[in-house]
């Protein structure tokens, strides 16, 4: 009985010690990511030359200066070049997960004569680089000058296969059939089959791919060149 106990209290021994090196880690790496966040924040509150110096753990007085600068400045507009990525990013999630969202419901709900080879023609375009497309698509921008506006830059994503093909995953997974079928002997529409039993079930992978989608523009728009 005594060695049972003491069995026991070695296992919970150990595995409070493995929690803690475990909790140690993270908290390291918690702080490695945050440090240069922190490091971001207080030099914008400094000035160039101070900057120059050395850095600092303290808050300098100079974040309203650099900020009104920043603002200000006709070769870095920054407040446009926030609102224009905003834009792309909000359009660009929107068509992608709405429509991207309507096809995989259309595939995976009914069945049709050239139904597998639909989705066998979507996962290919999928694998195709986009460089494939990028002259003919500049030059068809072009040609319906469309050229010095933001449509292009959001429209295409009517069509994203990739989007297309995680929701298609997640609704074999999260939408049997039987449901859709039990709303249509129910007397359901196919508009309100859709906003009433598709999209609620279908709504975690459409906040999920949304907030992908949105974070992915703002990266792509902020590193790209201007």
């Known amino acids: 009985m005594t060695q049972a106990v003491r069995s026991r209290e070695d296992s919970r021994a150990r595995l409070n010690l493995r929690r ?16 240069f966040f922190y490091v971001l924040v207080i030099n914008a509150t400094h000035s160039h030359f101070e900057v120059q110096k050395g850095f600092s753990f303290l808050p300098g007085t100079s974040f309203s200066t650099n900020l009104h600068n920043a603002l200000t400045d006709a ?4 407040v446009s070049g926030i609102l224009n990525s905003l834009t792309v990013s909000a359009m660009s ?19 049709f004569r050239l139904k597998n080879l639909a989705l066998t023609f979507i996962l290919l375009i999928m694998s ?11 030059s068809l921008v072009t040609g319906m000058g469309l050229d010095d506006s933001l449509i292009p830059l959001f429209l295409p994503k009517i069509a994203a ?3 297309f093909y995680f929701i298609i995953q997640y609704m074999k997974g999260n939408l049997p059939m039987e449901i859709v079928e039990a ?3 129910d007397g359901a529409n196919l508009q309100q089959t859709i906003w009433q039993v598709y999209m609620p079930c279908a709504k975690a992978a459409y906040m999920s791919f949304a ?6 523009h703002c990266c792509l728009l902020y590193t790209s060149p201007s």
């Open 128 to 138: 195709m680089p986009t460089q494939v497309s990028a002259v003919g698509f500049v």
């Open 183 to 185: 709303a249509r002997i």
């Open 93 to 111: 999630a929107l068509l992608a997960v709405y429509f991207s969202g309507l096809t995989a419901y259309g595939i995976h709900a009914y069945s």
């Open 20 to 35: 803690t090196l475990c909790y140690i880690v993270l908290a390291v790496i918690c702080f490695l990511c945050l440090f």
């Open 75 to 78: 070769n870095i507009p920054v």
């Open 161 to 163: 296969p990739t989007v």
């Open 211 to 216: 907030v992908i989608s949105v974070s992915y």
